[in-house]
Nanobody, 115 residues
Framework: VQLQASGGGLVQDGGSLRLSCAASGFTFSRMAWFRQAPGKERELVASIGRSQRSADYGDSVKGRFTISRPSANMIYLQMNSLESEDTAVYYC????????????WGQGTLVTVSS
């Protein structure tokens, strides 16, 4: 089972970026994006089940970020109106049992927002 995240990079304050995560070896019931900034705890950014209606977001990104799942094994995170506080390593994760914790993790992709 593998999760491959990509799409990170350097972007200016107010800019946009799209992250991608490709899963292989397993179809997860729910997939998510987490992030961890230097010196801070990891936080849930957004998660999604099999349908777009199941999408859920952390309070800090509501209205700016959109998670989507165009196929069973791919998720995107469209990030708009980026702020310096969004600078972090972003990780994708998946779980088989929707009531379980996220047990499968990708390698992380760095997003840096310059002010």
């Amino acid at each position: 089972v593998q999760l491959q995240a990509s799409g990170g990079g350097l972007v200016q304050d107010g800019g946009s970026l799209r992250l991608s995560c490709a899963a292989s070896g397993f179809t997860f019931s729910r997939m998510a994006w987490f992030r961890q900034a230097p010196g801070k705890e990891r936080e849930l950014v957004a998660s999604i089940g099999r349908s777009q209606r199941s999408a859920d977001y952390g309070d800090s990104v509501k209205g700016r970020f959109t998670i989507s799942r165009p196929s069973a094994n791919m998720i995107y995170l469209q990030m708009n109106s980026l702020e310096s506080e969004d600078t972090a390593v972003y990780y994708c994760a998946g779980k088989g049992d929707p009531f379980d914790t996220y047990k499968y993790w990708g390698q992380g992709t760095l997003v840096t927002v310059s002010s």
